[in-house]
Each structure stands twice: as C-alpha cells, then as structure tokens.
C-alpha cells in the first residue's frame, strides 16, 4: 500500500508512458511516486464490470482510506471525469467534468455580474518584453512559464510566453482606458486556460500544467471600494465551496510569507483532506494596493485634476475547485457529487420483470416519463436509464460510480403501491415515495442531500482541528494528519523556521494556511507557541498541497 502523503501523486491506472515518466520535483523529492502504473484503467472497465474497479460491478479496486492516490487515480477515469494525455500534467476534462465547471461558472458569473463586473477576453500570447515590467513578481514564477520558441520550421525571432496569469497582458490596457475617476471602477473578468509548468508532480484537478479558471482584474478610485470588493469576491469563493461543492472553507488572510508577492495583501479560502491530512487552496482574493498601478502607470484625474495612482484587486478560481469536491465526497463506490453542482441529480430506473406484460410494462414507461417531466418541471435534472440489455445491479453500481445524489426505482410492486423507491448516493438511505409527491418530495431529498454532505465534511474538518499552544502540540496533531490552529507572533522568519523543523522523513514541513477571519478571542497575555513571544494572531498551520 502507498502511504496516502505520496500516493496521492500517484500517477493513474491508465496514464501513457510519457505521462508515467512526469518530471521529477527537483525540491519535492516525496512526492515522487513510488510504484510505476499499472497500464490499465479505461480499456479494463469498458470490458465489463459496471464501476471499473474489479470488475464485480463492486465500486472501484482502490479505498480511499487504504490507498488514497490510487483510489484518486482509479476514479477520476472510472467515473469518466477525465482521461489522461501524452502531454505529461495535461488532461482531458470530459462532458461529466466539464459539465460541473459549467455550473461552477454559471453559479459565480452571474453573481459577480450583479456586482458589475464584465466579461472580457486578453491574448493568450505575452511578449517577453511586457512579461518583464512585471519582473519582481514574475521572478519567483519564471521557471513556470511556457515559452513558444518555434513556428513551423522556423525559429521565433523573439519566443512568445504562453500566459500563466494575465496581469502583465491587461494593465498595460487600464493604463490607457483610464484617463478620469469617470473611467472607474474598471472591473473586468476572463474565463480561460492559462498554462504553469509546473515540476511538482502533477494531480489530475488538483496540479496540471494547464488549467482553467477565471480571473478577475479590477481597479477603483479608492482603498475603500478596492478592498470592499476583496472581501465580497472572497465571500463568493466560499459560496462556490460551501454552498455550491459542499465542502467547509476557512476564510482568512495569507501571510506575508504566503501571499502573492505583487499584492499588497492576499485573502484565502482554505480547505482541507482528512485522508491525506493537507490542506488545500481552494481560491484567492487580492487586493493589490497600488503595487501595479504604479508600475504600469495606471492614473486618473481626480475632481482636483491631481493624478491619482488606481487601487487594484485580482482574484482566480480555477478548476482545482472540482477536484477538491471529489476528494472531500467520494467513497469506495465512486463519485459522490453535491445536487447542486450534479451533471444529472436524479436517475430513474425501471425495474421489469421477465414476466412483465406488455401493458404493465407500457404503464412502467409512461409513468417513467411522467415522472421525469414533473420534475424537469421543477428544476430537477434527471436522467432515466431505460437500456434493456444492462440489468438493474450493473445500472445501479454504474450511476453510484457517477456520482448521482438519488436513484429512483420503478417496479412491479412499486406501480401496483403508486410509489417510487428512492436510493440516497450520500448515505444509501431509503424511501418510499408515493408519486403524488415526487414533484415535492424530490427536490426537497436534493437539498437535504446538499445540506447533510456539506454537515457531514464540516463535523470531519472540524475532528481535525486542533488548537495547539506548544511545539509538542503542534507535531502531535500535524503528524495525526490534522491542521493546527495556534497563537502567532506573526513573524516571517518562524514560519521558514516552523517549516523546516516539522519536516519529517515521511512528510512535508508544515506552513501557515491562513490567518483565519474567524477564530477564537487571543486574551492578552497569550503567548506564539512557537517563540513564546506575544501573539498577535491566530494561524492556521498544516501540510499542505
Ligand atoms: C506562474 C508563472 C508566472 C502565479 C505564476 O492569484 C506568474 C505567476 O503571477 C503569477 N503563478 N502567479 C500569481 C497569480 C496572481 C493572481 N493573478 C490573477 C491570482 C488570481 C488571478
């Protein structure tokens, strides 16, 4: 067995040889993989078994619990979420992937709309030249970029950066469609890939070389409005999370050590992987201060007809969000997905019998289709598997595989009771409901579904938490796979030092998540419980992705 602090850089079952040989992480030496893949995954479930995994139609061949990598891995292709590429830390997102980032984005385009910000879309391609007005910030990052150095058979006179973030594309732009305080607020958004070449070993959701996410790039007149948008930006990455994915988030700032280098401050949603113990980025707020805007001159005139440098924010949500989502709900049996966010949140079933009549079995069907129409009706998504030549058992482990928040089931005793029989995904929970009341009944099993899985990875992040006010503490819970929330001095030079010092043959060193917004009261008096110095803050510590 793989112990889960590596497995889960574990290439997949069904990763090509070039993706099997993924770059070694000259620093992150652990999360190499130990074991080569097995050339198996896709090509083995079309073969037969229902969930991909032994072929029984018994879920997949890896636990979470025993093997959390392979697991990962194994289900991420079994569910057909995605397939791997021959570009190594590349993947395919298919329809059942894509169709969550669908409803990802319709949830926060709509949202940061209302609060009047545009879409827009920028270049791809960054010159070298305009890369570099933003050379303190990129610095850290340039072994990450993705040069293009050739076109056709020809060598580029000048090689062209592939963007890996967009603020060196678009603020040259603020700074000429800004001229007046009437040209503010500036708030624009891009949905789009972007491209990080990364070395740490690639995780399909979590780390690939290229993502999608949005961006927002904004610019205000004032601190106040800047950092007012910060915070309701934030608040929507937490709605995505909590409310959308199901999955608890810490709101909280970055600290000095972990912000983003060019803002003048980063705020954070934070989660967390009780299986792997590591917590998790999950999106960033940032206000920017002025930071840009004097580097790429960005002014207005005010009512004085003084220059006034603008005050920036930037934020990015990317498709790491799903990946967080599957980690935090699925099980041995498969997906487990949020109603909210479910491609499909309903799959009826009709369950004949061989000796079914022909009227019976007319009667099973259109009472299928009545069904599916009153709950279209409401909003619901439904799907009906009505395929005759699986059987019941292999459709029930396929749409488990999936994901599906609720199966529904229609046989010959349940059309004699007026009744369906409903399967929870979350808890395999069943119930009998009288078709009166599907139209009713069904969207309100959703949102409890929706509610019950978010309670139930909260009550589990919370398990995992412990407050630390010594070093011995701190190893203690770090090592149980938990996250620290401690007393902090705040100060650079201990978190570098925290890191180091926790570092263990088996596990990374541990760092500041954040410095959550909500915590505990910090009387006077309490001391860093690491230095011993006053604290001036809570922080939340852990291993980390
Ligand atoms: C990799 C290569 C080059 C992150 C990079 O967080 C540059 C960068 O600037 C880089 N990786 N970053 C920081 C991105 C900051 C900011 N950009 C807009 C966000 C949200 C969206």
């Given at each position: 067995?793989?112990n889960?602090?590596?497995a889960?850089?574990?290439?997949a079952?069904?990763?090509?040889?070039?993706?099997a040989?993924?770059?070694k992480?000259p620093k992150?030496?652990k999360?190499?993989?130990?074991?080569?893949?097995?050339p198996e995954?896709?090509?083995?479930k079309s073969?037969?078994?229902?969930a991909?995994g032994?072929?029984?139609?018994m879920?997949l061949?890896?636990?979470?619990?025993a093997?959390?990598?392979?697991?990962?891995s194994?289900l991420v292709?079994?569910?057909?979420?995605?397939?791997?590429y021959?570009v190594?830390?590349?993947y395919?997102?298919?329809?059942w992937a894509?169709?969550?980032?669908?409803?990802?984005?319709g949830w926060?385009?709509?949202?940061i709309k209302?609060?009047?910000?545009?879409?827009s879309?920028?270049p791809?391609f960054i010159?070298?030249?305009?890369?570099?007005?933003?050379k303190?910030?990129?610095?850290?990052?340039a072994?990450?970029v993705?040069w293009v150095t050739?076109?056709?058979n020809?060598?580029?006179?000048?090689?062209?950066a592939?963007?890996?973030t967009?603020e060196?594309?678009?603020?040259?732009y603020f700074?000429?469609?800004?001229?007046?305080h009437r040209?503010?607020?500036?708030?624009?958004n891009?949905?789009t890939?972007v491209?990080?070449?990364?070395?740490?070993y690639?995780t399909?959701?979590?780390?690939s070389?290229?993502?999608?996410?949005?961006?927002g790039h904004t610019?205000f007149?004032t601190?106040a409005?800047?950092?007012?948008?910060?915070?309701?930006?934030?608040?929507?990455?937490?709605?995505v999370?909590?409310?959308?994915?199901?999955?608890?988030?810490?709101?909280g700032?970055?600290s000095k050590k972990e912000q983003?280098a060019g803002?003048?401050?980063?705020?954070t949603v934070e989660?967390y992987?009780?299986?792997?113990g590591?917590?998790i980025?999950?999106?960033?707020?940032?206000c920017l201060?002025q930071?840009?805007?004097?580097m790429?001159?960005i002014t207005?005139?005010d009512?004085d007809?003084?220059?006034q440098h603008v005050w920036?924010n930037s934020?990015?949500l990317?498709?790491?969000?799903l990946g967080v989502m599957?980690?935090?709900?699925?099980?041995d049996?498969?997906?487990v997905?949020?109603p909210?966010?479910?491609?499909?949140?309903?799959v009826?079933i009709?369950?004949p019998k061989?000796?079914?009549?022909?009227?019976?079995?007319q009667?099973?069907m259109?009472k299928?289709?009545?069904?599916?129409k009153?709950?279209?009706?409401?909003?619901?998504?439904v799907?009906?598997?009505?395929?005759?030549n699986y059987?019941?058992?292999?459709?029930?482990?396929?749409?488990?595989?999936?994901g599906?928040?609720?199966?529904?089931e229609?046989g010959p005793?349940?059309m004699?009771?007026?009744?369906v029989?409903t399967?929870?995904r979350?808890t395999?929970?069943?119930?009998v409901v009288?078709?009166a009341d599907?139209?009713t009944r069904i969207p309100?099993l959703l949102e409890?579904i929706?509610?019950?899985?978010?309670a139930?990875a909260k009550?589990r992040?919370a398990?995992?938490?412990?407050t630390c006010?010594?070093?011995?503490e701190?190893?203690?819970a770090?090592?149980n796979?938990?996250m620290a929330l401690t007393?902090?001095?705040?100060?650079?030079?201990?978190?570098?030092?925290?890191k180091k010092k926790s570092?263990?043959?088996?596990a990374?060193?541990?760092k500041t998540?954040?410095?959550?917004?909500?915590?505990?009261p910090?009387p006077e008096?309490?001391?860093c419980?690491?230095?011993?110095?006053p604290a001036?803050?809570?922080a939340?510590w852990g291993?980390?992705?």
């Amino acid at each position: 067995m793989t112990n889960p602090e590596e497995a889960i850089a574990a290439p997949a079952a069904d990763a090509p040889a070039e993706a099997a040989k993924a770059p070694k992480a000259p620093k992150e030496k652990k999360e190499k993989p130990k074991k080569e893949p097995k050339p198996e995954g896709e090509a083995k479930k079309s073969g037969g078994g229902a969930a991909g995994g032994d072929n029984k139609g018994m879920g997949l061949r890896n636990s979470k619990k025993a093997n959390f990598g392979d697991w990962y891995s194994e289900l991420v292709v079994a569910s057909e979420l995605i397939s791997y590429y021959d570009v190594s830390g590349c993947y395919i997102l298919r329809p059942w992937a894509y169709a969550m980032w669908e409803v990802v984005q319709g949830w926060f385009d709509s949202r940061i709309k209302k609060l009047g910000v545009q879409n827009s879309y920028f270049p791809l391609f960054i010159t070298e030249d305009v890369l570099n007005t933003e050379k303190d910030h990129v610095e850290g990052f340039a072994p990450e970029v993705a040069w293009v150095t050739k076109y056709g058979n020809s060598t580029m006179e000048k090689p062209i950066a592939i963007r890996p973030t967009s603020e060196t594309v678009m603020y040259p732009y603020f700074s000429q469609w800004i001229r007046s305080h009437r040209d503010l607020p500036l708030r624009l958004n891009q949905w789009t890939n972007v491209v990080r070449w990364e070395f740490k070993y690639p995780t399909p959701f979590i780390r690939s070389r290229e993502f999608l996410w949005q961006e927002g790039h904004t610019a205000f007149a004032t601190q106040a409005e800047a950092e007012g948008e910060v915070l309701d930006i934030l608040e929507l990455y937490r709605g995505v999370y909590e409310d959308l994915l199901a999955v608890p988030v810490t709101k909280g700032k970055k600290s000095k050590k972990e912000q983003f280098a060019g803002a003048f401050y980063t705020t954070t949603v934070e989660a967390y992987i009780p299986e792997t113990g590591r917590g998790i980025q999950g999106a960033t707020s940032h206000c920017l201060g002025q930071n840009f805007s004097k580097m790429f001159n960005i002014t207005y005139e005010d009512d004085d007809r003084q220059k006034q440098h603008v005050w920036q924010n930037s934020w990015g949500l990317t498709t790491r969000s799903l990946g967080v989502m599957i980690m935090t709900h699925a099980d041995d049996k498969g997906l487990v997905l949020p109603p909210r966010v479910a491609p499909k949140q309903v799959v009826i079933i009709p369950i004949p019998k061989g000796s079914t009549a022909p009227e019976a079995l007319q009667a099973m069907m259109d009472k299928v289709d009545e069904m599916t129409k009153a709950l279209e009706e409401k909003g619901v998504r439904v799907v009906t598997d009505t395929r005759n030549n699986y059987t019941p058992g292999w459709k029930y482990n396929h749409w488990e595989l999936k994901g599906l928040p609720l199966r529904m089931e229609l046989g010959p005793k349940d059309m004699d009771n007026a009744a369906v029989m409903t399967c929870r995904r979350d808890t395999g929970a069943k119930e009998v409901v009288a078709w009166a009341d599907v139209a009713t009944r069904i969207p309100q099993l959703l949102e409890t579904i929706q509610a019950d899985m978010f309670a139930a990875a909260k009550a589990r992040t919370a398990d995992c938490t412990e407050t630390c006010h010594s070093w011995d503490e701190f190893m203690v819970a770090l090592n149980n796979k938990h996250m620290a929330l401690t007393p902090w001095a705040d100060e650079e030079e201990i978190e570098e030092e925290v890191k180091k010092k926790s570092t263990t043959p088996d596990a990374m060193g541990a760092k500041t998540l954040c410095l959550p917004f909500e915590a505990p009261p910090l009387p006077e008096g309490t001391k860093c419980f690491y230095s011993g110095k006053p604290a001036k803050n809570w922080a939340l510590w852990g291993r980390s992705y």
